[in-house]
């Protein structure tokens, strides 16, 4: 079988795309798993992986001061224009022999003061921004990141933990990669949604989840990338659930199912857990059982394996 790559996403966050994943994971087989949600990643929370390997991950330059080199004459001060770098005294005016600072959560990386020193006294360092793992769980490999705080290039994360997951796959021989995408229309869904199979993209009946899926839609057209539409706790407003479907009707997309609000998806999620158990095994709380919603995702994990055929 042809490795197929399958994306949940969500025009905005909330809508339970990262739940909808964890019961994938349990109802796929022969699969790896890829949360590309690198700024907020979660899906651990609900597959409780093992850490196997963790890697630096470095995705941009910041400014360092080589002291020795400096004399102070505040070049770097004039040019910066992100106020990343100071003096030690207010007085611009006499700035020779002043010690210069660089604060590393301010910088951008332009380099603007590394080709204006005169000295030569900066020069861009890589910055570590993140890491990303490779995690065992009960269900499958899992390749997840983390990107550090206030940092940046996240689209550069997301292609790396794409490019793990098709590695572990292909030297597998698996059939699927399942993936965790990130909210939103921004750079790392870009990196998330380029080359996949299917654009799974969770909506709820609302007026947020129906604009911002039509937003998605629309990115996903961009890239020619096929898509399909699933509605989340659709019986809050069945109105405005209609809605949706006569505007994925008109436009061609297929709606492969609607999930209905249940209890048993906030019981899952606060044990840590999958929404759905796997057939024929015992479940991990005992008093736990599988309710409306679990048949609801185990009848759209029949029509994805429909689409991706």
Known sequence: MELKELLVISGKGGTGKTSLVGAFAVLADNKVLADCDVDAADLHLVLGPKIRETKEFYGSKKAVLDRER???CGVCVN????????????????????TIRIDPLS???????????????????????????????????????KLGVAEENSGKLVTQVRREARSIAEERGLDYIITDGPPGIGCPVISSISGVDLALIVTEPTVAGSHDMERILQLAR?????????????????????????????NGIRVIGKIPFDEEVVSALAKGMPVVTPLGT????????EGKASAAIRRIWTEVLSCLK
């Open 222 to 250: 961009h890239f020619d990338v096929n898509a399909a539409v699933c509605i989340n706790k659709y019986d809050l407003d069945e109105t405005k659930a209609e809605e949706i479907e006569r505007y994925c009707r008109d």
């Open 79 to 98: 040019v910066c224009r992100f106020g990343a770098i100071s003096i030690d005294n207010s007085r611009r005016s006499n700035m020779a022999g002043a």
């Open 107 to 145: 910088c951008e990386g332009c380099a603007v003061c590394f080709h204006a020193c005169p000295q030569g006294a900066i020069t861009m360092a890589d910055n570590l921004s993140g890491h990303w793992f490779i995690s065992d769980t009960e269900y499958g490999p899992l390749v997840h990141a």
């Open 282 to 289: 015992a479940d991990r709380s005992a008093d736990r059982k």
């Open 70 to 72: 400096c004399d102070g």
